[in-house]
């Protein structure tokens, strides 16, 4: 019987070793020694953009420095070096630097052969929320992996906010580039449990499982570990703190309502022309935001950047700053909400729920029982102590 394997000599170290002082984690990426011997004599394929690194050198070098055959690159949002807007596409090419082919997965109408490739590999830094789309087009890639008999490769990364589950279930009738599988809006796994998860729990297609599914784990890792990034893993979240916000102000992405793209403040402020609030800034064209939300109009708002980290994670899943906005520019603008709410927020009740008045307490009991129902579904698949 086809199984998952799963290198757990690593997870089994880190308990031994717990109550030592905490270790630097060690990503999968980092360990050639592990993955280098299974890949050899396998052409290539891999998934991953400028997050897929060690030190100051990419993964894809490591692989082609131990003589790996990488025969393809296939990049997500953002493309390959992480230099695109939100949502746009971008064009298949060739890398610089290594000469390989590179495969643009968002946003393109290219199909995906792997009939040239053994195995394919993804190496990508993830923030755990359902609605980033890195882990939907790692399991498109499971499917396709699937259809042509092809073995998976994860070399796993922490995730930042892997502390805490939180959020309601994705409705399936709500499936989108922004919410692939049923799970929480913060899951709280890495790459390689979730990719374990849908195997398991038969999410891939018509529930079928690779031919091997390999997860290189990180050392010295739990899900209690602050783990910050070093490389920004999409241009508007450039900060620890926005991604510790970006479970709360991604919703604003279905309104007229500006969360900072196109400020030196993405995913940490929001507002707009006609809010009333102590902070101002005006959208502009910048870097990873070309045609922001109320580009050129001066916003009205909050600036939350001076919250502490811990309040953020503990309030986990925060509906009160798009309620707060709401209640200023939204009850009496037919514009306000858009569809894509409903694919973000997971439900289609929640809208509802919003016009009606209800508190953001009031709203996030309705998910505590999803939130312990995943809780106890995903059990099975933590390759981390939690």
Do not use: M, N, W
């Given at each position: 019987m086809k199984r998952l394997t799963v290198l757990m000599a690593a997870c089994l170290v880190f308990l031994a070793g717990?109550?030592?002082e905490p270790k630097e984690v060690v990503v999968g990426a980092a360990r050639p020694d592990v993955y280098v011997p299974l890949?050899?004599?396998?052409?290539?394929a891999i998934l991953s953009n400028q997050t897929g690194v060690v030190g100051d050198k990419h993964s894809?070098?490591?692989m082609l420095e131990n003589g790996l055959d990488v025969v393809r690159i296939y990049s997500p949002e953002h493309g390959f070096r992480g230099t695109a807007d939100a949502g746009e596409v971008v064009g298949s090419s060739v890398d610089e630097a290594t000469g390989v082919a590179?495969?643009?997965l968002y946003g393109s109408k290219e199909p995906v052969d792997l009939s040239d490739i053994d195995v394919v590999v993804v190496d990508i830094q993830d923030v755990g929320l359902r609605f980033y789309?890195?882990?939907v087009t790692m399991v498109r890639l499971m499917n396709k992996a699937i259809e042509y008999g092809k073995e998976f490769m994860i070399f796993d990364r922490p995730n930042p906010n892997g502390m805490y589950v939180d959020g309601p279930i994705l409705d399936m009738q709500y499936k989108s580039g922004v919410g692939g599988l049923p799970i929480t809006t913060v899951h709280g796994m890495t790459l390689g449990e979730l990719a374990t998860m849908a195997e398991g729990e038969g999410w891939l297609q018509n529930g079928a499982k690779l031919p091997k599914?390999?997860?290189?784990?990180?050392l010295n890792y739990t899900h209690q570990t602050r783990y910050e990034l070093t490389i920004a893993p999409s241009p508007n979240l450039p900060t620890m703190k926005s991604i510790y916000l970006y479970p709360s102000l991604c919703y604003f992405e279905a309104t007229p309502v500006s969360l900072g793209r196109g400020t030196d403040k993405p995913f940490l402020i929001y507002g707009h022309p006609e809010m009333e609030g102590p902070y101002q800034f005006t959208p502009d064209s910048t870097f990873g935001a070309k045609n922001p939300p109320q580009k050129g109009n001066l916003c009205h708002g909050f600036d939350l950047s001076g919250l502490d980290d811990e309040q953020i994670i503990a309030g986990g899943v925060n509906l009160e700053y798009f309620i707060e906005a709401y209640n200023q520019v939204g009850k009496d603008n037919p514009n306000f909400w858009r569809n894509s709410f409903?694919?973000?927020?997971?439900?289609?009740?929640?809208?509802?729920m919003i016009i009606d008045g209800k508190s953001a307490a009031e709203i996030k009991a309705t998910w505590a029982g999803d939130?312990?129902?995943?809780k106890e579904q995903r059990k099975p698949y933590l390759l981390y102590e939690e």
């Open positions: 717990c109550a030592c890949l050899q004599g396998k052409k290539i894809v070098d490591i590179i495969q643009s789309t890195y882990y599914l390999t997860v290189i784990p990180c409903e694919k973000l927020v997971g439900r289609g009740d929640i809208r509802q939130v312990a129902k995943f």
